[in-house]
């Protein structure tokens, strides 16, 4: 991992803004560093994390200096997450800023660093989760937007979209018992785990329709068989993501 | 104290009157807040008063919390206290993660504010909710003054802070650096890195780094104070006097008559 300081290769003359290094609370200009990000969102059951996973392999296979981050990694906030989780001692507030200092470690630790390294960073769930996730239980959207206006924006983001009632019986069916915080017990929508579940995630589905256009999402249909999705994903990255810059090769030629 | 006692206690005869324009934010009508309602939460039922020292380290807020506590529970107010740090939530997570010193500023200023909500929301407001006297030993101001020293900018933690609640009333007690270097010092016989502002790598003069760090965030409590209409004290006073002051304040608020307080045996060393 590098957490020394890289040194950040000037901007291209298309960069707008001045600054070359990012600064807490102000958004980092896309060109401000070198690499690239692909983000993976959507629902729980959506087939996101699958189809992630093929294209790091196919990535990895092809020798892409690249690096892959998931969302609620870092061993940073682990315990004060898993005490107020056992605890139930999390509000919708603070269930968020918790989410946020961990995502704050894992970017200024390791995704701008890398970026600015010039890796590819592949995110499995990004900010976006946690905007459709808090607004579901109640955080307003203004609040939410500066809580993570430090993040670098993705070159591309893939929202795997799955029908409700697909999406929910996946997770049903491969999980003997939700979590508590996991199927939205805290807002009270029911009693019943499932039900809750259901409710819950209709919110979340919800809040990241509303953000395929704001955020230029690419939405991809979470039901297609594995293996054409996984193409749809490898065209949209080749032809949106100049990754000759990222083969080895690309190296040895500078 | 129960808290079924404390309610009886206190029974506060009137609402408190907030105070006008207190602005950290853009948002100006929502007079409960800084600038947006904290989520479920119901506003009406807040009857306590939320009264706020504030200060940089060595400025004897400390002290003085301990004072007013004693002073108003004579007085028959039942008081909460709150301060960094405290939450049950994440107290514990931030000490170690300052004790480790391998984290980053904008990772430390979100578990600060993650431990302020869990207070505020587990411990001031609920104490509101039963009409007690909050004395909060610090605030939203030295956490946005921390991170903005520390390059973060202003807007984004006067954001992260939108849903605080706005204080009754909220002291300054304003210090040279110099003094509270030899408060401080005085106390542990050592400064701490966190105090000195060593992450910041001002000077490695242990000395320098504390009084150029402390200057920083005095520089941003000046701002704020007129901002957000602080009442400024001079620290640099006598336990007494400052005391003193502060009783005045906040018998006015609180509609206590008399001003008469004498420390108890307890705490009479602290009286100088």
Redesign the interface.
């Known amino acids: 991992m590098e957490t020394q300081d890289t040194a950040v290769k000037p901007p291209r003359p298309d960069a707008t803004k001045s600054t070359t290094l990012p600064q807490p609370g102000r958004p980092v200009p896309s060109r401000a560093y070198p690499g690239a990000l692909i983000v993976v969102e959507g629902t729980d059951g959506s087939g996101k994390s699958t189809q992630l996973y093929l294209l790091k392999r196919w990535l990895e296979i092809g020798g892409y200096r690249l690096h892959f981050t998931e969302w609620n990694s870092s061993p940073l906030v682990k315990s004060a997450t898993r005490r107020g989780k056992q605890k139930r001692l999390l509000t919708p507030t603070t269930f968020s800023l918790l989410h946020a200092a961990d995502f704050a470690d894992r970017c200024e630790r390791q995704i701008m660093p890398l970026l600015q390294g010039d890796y590819l960073v592949l995110a499995d769930r990004y900010i976006y989760t946690a905007f459709a996730r808090d607004a579901a239980r109640g955080c307003s959207h203004r609040w939410l937007r500066n809580l993570y206006r430090f993040a670098p924006i993705p070159d591309i983001t893939f929202y795997f979209r799955a029908p409700l009632d697909v999406a929910v019986n996946r997770i049903l069916s491969g999980r003997p018992k939700l979590k508590y915080y996991e199927a939205g017990m805290d807002l009270g929508l029911s009693y019943e785990r499932p039900e809750s579940f259901k409710l819950f995630q209709a919110r979340i589905l919800e809040e990241y329709d509303k953000m395929v256009d704001t955020d230029n999402f690419v939405v991809l249909d979470g039901t297609l068989p594995v293996n054409k999705l996984q193409k749809q994903m490898r065209d949209i990255v080749a032809s949106k993501i100049d990754l000759k810059r990222f083969a080895p090769r690309a190296l040895e030629a500078e | 104290m129960p808290d079924q006692e404390r309610e009886k206690a206190v029974a506060p005869t009137e609402m408190p009157s907030k105070p006008p324009a207190v602005a950290g934010t853009e948002a100006e009508g929502n007079q409960i807040f800084f600038g ?5 939460l119901d506003s009406t039922e807040l009857n306590g008063n939320l009264i706020v020292i504030e200060g940089m380290d060595g400025s004897g807020r400390s002290t003085q919390i301990a004072l007013l506590q004693e002073w108003l529970e004579s007085e028959g107010f039942a008081v909460q206290t709150s301060g960094l740090r405290r939450s ?3 107290g514990r ?1 931030i000490d170690e ?1 300052l004790a480790k010193n391998a ?5 430390l ?3 600060y ?2 431990d302020f ?2 207070q505020l ?2 411990r001031i407001i609920p104490a509101l909710r039963s009409g007690a006297v909050v004395l909060a030993d610090r605030y939203i101001f030295t956490l946005i003054a921390r991170g903005v020293v520390r ?3 202003r ?3 006067t ?2 802070y ?2 605080a609640l706005r204080p009754d009333l909220t002291f300054w007690l304003n210090v040279r650096p110099e003094t509270a270097f030899g408060r401080e010092f005085k106390k542990a016989q050592a400064i701490s890195y966190w105090e000195a502002g060593r992450d910041m790598s001002l000077s490695h003069d242990l000395y320098w780094s504390f009084v150029r760090y402390q200057t920083m965030i005095k520089r941003e409590f000046e701002v704020m104070a007129k901002l957000s209409g602080l009442i400024e004290l001079d620290g640099e006073a006598s336990v007494s006097v400052v005391n003193k002051q502060l009783r005045q304040r906040i018998g006015e608020q609180l509609a206590i008559r008399s001003s008469k307080y004498t420390p108890s045996a307890a705490l009479a060393h602290l009286w100088r």
């Open positions: 947006e309602s904290l989520v479920g049950n939530l994440v997570d993660l984290v980053t500023r904008l990772t200023a979100l578990m504010a993650t909500f869990d929301e587990h390059g973060i900018n807007d984004y933690m954001g992260l939108a849903m």
